[in-house]
Each structure stands twice: as structure tokens, then as C-alpha cells.
Nanobody
Framework: QVRLVESGGGLVQAGDSLRLSCAAS????????MGWFRQAPGMERDFLSG????????YYADSVKDRFTISRDTAKNTLFLQMNGLKPEDTAVYYC??????????????????WGQGTQVTVSS
């Protein structure tokens, strides 16, 4: 059973930075793709960034590629999302997700089979 646990959310002011973490357990990391998504109230869940665990190749949504950075720590089996220059419109619940795949860049939520419980990020103006 794959288990993902996010942490690091909170209340910050516009322009601040946050680093989200996602601790992963219960699976091997070969051919794993992990990603970050977010969902604001009343909105659809949006893809933010993905990383292939094997080679650390990354990809981003255009909306965040200049401000967010995804990374992973293989020794700690932890995924990160560094978020800089936060804006009020970044307010949402942030989720990490994982799936086994040898395909290319996965961005659709339906393609990820394992999800964390989410962590709230609130950015005040």
C-alpha cells in the first residue's frame, strides 16, 4: 500500500515562500512518477509539476514554472515543492500524487493512482 503524507502548508503573506514536503512509503521507486496538484474551493484540481523518480526529470505547468520547483530526496523518499513569490491566487489545498508509469509527462490527475491527504496553503494579500 502506497502512502503519501504532505506537510509544510500554512498561512503566509503575498511574496513569501513555502516548501511543501511529501513523505512516501510502501512502494518501490522504480518507474514512479510523482506530482503536485492543487485545488481551490469551487475549482477543478490543477496539475502543477511532476518528476520522474528514477532520473529526476521534471516538468511544470506554465502557470507556475517560474516560481515553483519540484525536487526529491531519494535517501528520505520525500518529494518537495518549493514555492516562491506566492500570490493570493495560490491559495488552495495542495496534494502530492504518485503512480507507476514508463510513459512521458503525466499531468492528468486520473493518471495518478495514489494521493496524499492534502495540505492547506493560504496566501494573504
Amino acid at each position: 500500500q502506497v502512502r503519501l503524507v504532505e506537510s509544510g502548508g500554512g498561512l503566509v503573506q503575498a511574496g513569501d515562500s513555502l516548501r511543501l514536503s511529501c513523505a512516501a512509503s510502501g512502494h518501490t521507486f522504480s518507474n514512479v512518477v510523482m506530482g503536485w496538484f492543487r485545488q481551490a474551493p469551487g475549482m477543478e484540481r490543477d496539475f502543477l509539476s511532476g518528476i520522474r523518480w528514477d532520473d529526476s526529470s521534471t516538468y511544470y505547468a506554465d502557470s507556475v514554472k517560474d516560481r515553483f520547483t519540484i525536487s526529491r530526496d531519494t535517501a528520505k523518499n520525500t518529494l518537495f515543492l518549493q514555492m516562491n513569490g506566492l500570490k493570493p491566487e495560490d491559495t488552495a489545498v495542495y496534494y502530492c500524487a504518485a503512480t507507476y508509469s514508463t510513459a512521458g509527462k503525466l499531468t492528468a490527475g486520473a493518471m495518478f493512482h495514489y494521493w496524499g491527504q492534502g495540505t492547506q496553503v493560504t496566501v494573504s494579500s
